[in-house]
């Protein structure tokens, strides 16, 4: 068990809705990270957050955005959903942000656009 | 910008054989690198880093890795297989950019043991 928590385990929703995961970060862990895993574009860095602000961003949509609370949790929100937003998504956690701190990785939401 | 390639998506191995996952990186600064493993249905788990300092690196479970500069390669490998290796692993390097953190991952290498 990584620490690391992860709501809702499996999303099924529709084209043109809108959803938000959530992720609890390891206790005393100040950085989130948020990931997507697709077969077909593997594992994509989308955002960091950093004791509440945005660090780093990486190949998120426009459609997507997420925030980071004064608690530490994360949400990340999906919006217009498409089919080909399907994929799993990963929140992951460590104490600071810098190059050498290990992430550790939620078992992750699995979201399914039909 | 930095990369990281994976050769073989598949790698199969027979219980109690030499494993090896091979990974070759790119990067524009010093690299810190990684090796994940990514068991069904879970989250990937951190196996060993290189960030300094010694280039044979050991890790959790038996595998070690070694950070080869002249050849631009962080190999994984583990002198004898279980069943319980089987699993999803990843190499990774981090982003050249200061206090900010940005994994990059390889494409992954599915490790099947057969008995």
């Known amino acids: 068990d990584s620490g ?13 809705q809108r959803v938000t995961l959530r992720c609890s970060p390891r206790s005393g862990d100040l ?41 530490l949790h994360s949400e990340l929100n999906l919006s217009s959903l498409e089919l080909g937003d399907s994929a799993l998504y990963f929140c992951a956690s460590s104490v600071v942000g810098e190059r050498n701190s290990p992430l550790h990785f939620g078992n992750g939401t699995r979201l399914t656009v039909t | 910008a930095q990369s990281v390639t994976q050769l073989g998506s598949h790698v199969s191995v027979s219980e109690g054989a030499l494993v090896l996952l091979r990974c070759n990186y790119s990067s524009s600064v010093p690299p810190y690198l990684f090796w ?80």
């Open chain 2, 36 to 115: 994940y493993v990514q068991y069904p249905n879970q989250g990937l788990q951190l196996l060993l880093k290189y960030t300094t300092g010694a280039t044979l690196v050991k890790g959790i479970n038996g595998f070690e890795a070694e950070f080869k500069k002249s050849e631009t390669s962080f190999h994984l490998t583990k002198p004898s297989a279980h069943m319980s290796d089987a699993a999803e692993y990843f190499c990774a390097v981090t982003d050249s950019s200061g206090s900010a953190r940005q994994l990059t991952f390889g494409s992954g290498t599915q490790l099947t043991v057969l008995p």
């Open chain 1, 31 to 71: 950085s989130v990270y948020w990931y997507q895993q697709s077969l077909d574009q593997g594992l994509q860095f989308l955002i960091q957050y950093y004791n509440g602000e945005e660090r780093a961003k990486g190949n998120i949509l426009e459609r997507f955005s997420a925030q980071q609370f004064p608690d």
């Open chain 1, 4 to 16: 690391v928590t992860q709501t809702p385990k499996h999303l099924i929703t529709a084209t043109g």
